[in-house]
């Protein structure tokens, strides 16, 4: 059955830090793997990679695949206040649905 | 450019209730998908719905159902609700190109069963 691992569960890290969120995956046919940030209810759409070793970026946030190890992780530099929230990955394997980690907490403190 | 919206914000029933959830595609959209969201937890897959049919269903009871009409808007059933059905319920859309495509989520309806 397709799995999707985060770690760590949860994160605290003062301003300014830099932090790398993980995620690993089991694949039975995958197709890409999708990062979202959920503050309050809706997750909100970061990057979608499909291809290995090539990075996304998108101002302070970045993210890369590989697809040899089964990873990404998820890059965020200079953290401010506003970036504390739940991140989740999730992995689509060949169908419709995606398949979510149950995600990672960060909190920044001021 | 109209998002994912979806309605209701809250909801409040009791054990054995039923109740529709509702969700409008983002504009130019035509698949939707719901998944439930537990405290805690990643969003877990419902089903998936693609012209006005269920094209994919996830590992939920049949008291678990779904509607889509031919505006691509969507409607998801609960019947004979249990308490452990209390949760956020998500719906994204997406644009039919293939396994894999962007899905946009809603802010979700958050229904609490007592």
Same mark, same amino acid.
């Given at each position: 059955e397709?799995k999707?691992v985060?770690?760590?569960?949860?994160?605290?890290?003062?301003e300014?830090d830099?932090?790398?969120?993980n995620?690993?995956?089991?694949v @039975?046919?995958?197709?890409? %793997?999708?990062?979202?940030?959920? !503050? &309050? $209810?809706a997750? @909100?759409?970061?990057?979608? %990679?499909t291809?290995s070793?090539? !990075? &996304? $970026?998108?101002?302070?946030?970045?993210s890369? %695949?590989?697809?040899?190890?089964?990873?990404?992780?998820?890059?965020?530099t200079?953290?401010q206040?506003?970036?504390?929230?739940?991140?989740?990955?999730?992995?689509?394997?060949g169908?419709?649905?995606?398949?979510?980690?149950?995600?990672?907490?960060?909190?920044?403190?001021? | 450019?109209a998002?994912?919206?979806?309605s209701p914000t809250?909801?409040?029933?009791?054990?054995?209730?039923?109740?529709t959830?509702r969700?409008?595609?983002?504009s130019?959209?035509d698949?939707?998908?719901?998944?439930?969201q537990?405290l805690?937890q990643g969003?877990?897959?419902i089903?998936?719905?693609?012209?006005?049919?269920?094209?994919?269903?996830?590992?939920?009871?049949?008291r678990?159902s779904?509607h889509?009409f031919?505006?691509?808007?969507?409607e998801?059933?609960?019947n004979?609700?249990?308490?452990?059905?209390?949760?956020?319920?998500?719906c994204a859309?997406?644009?039919?190109?293939g396994?894999?495509?962007?899905?946009?989520?809603?802010?979700?309806?958050?229904?609490l069963?007592?």
């Amino acid at each position: 059955e397709d799995k999707v691992v985060q770690s760590p569960l949860s994160l605290v890290v003062h301003e300014g830090d830099t932090v790398t969120l993980n995620c690993s995956y089991e694949v @039975t046919n995958f197709r890409s %793997l999708l990062w979202y940030k959920q !503050e &309050k $209810k809706a997750p @909100t759409f970061l990057f979608m %990679l499909t291809s290995s070793g090539i !990075e &996304k $970026k998108s101002g302070r946030l970045s993210s890369i %695949l590989d697809k040899k190890e089964l990873f990404s992780i998820l890059n965020i530099t200079a953290t401010q206040t506003g970036d504390s929230a739940i991140y989740l990955c999730a992995g689509s394997f060949g169908n419709e649905k995606l398949t979510f980690g149950t995600g990672t907490r960060l909190t920044i403190i001021p | 450019d109209a998002g994912v919206t979806q309605s209701p914000t809250h909801l409040i029933k009791t054990r054995g209730q039923q109740v529709t959830l509702r969700c409008s595609p983002k504009s130019g959209h035509d698949t939707v998908s719901w998944y439930q969201q537990a405290l805690g937890q990643g969003p877990q897959f419902i089903f998936q719905y693609y012209e006005e049919e269920e094209r994919q269903r996830g590992n939920f009871p049949d008291r678990f159902s779904g509607h889509q009409f031919p505006n691509y808007s969507s409607e998801l059933n609960v019947n004979a609700l249990l308490l452990g059905d209390s949760a956020l319920y998500l719906c994204a859309s997406s644009l039919d190109l293939g396994p894999g495509e962007t899905q946009y989520f809603g802010p979700g309806t958050r229904l609490l069963v007592l």
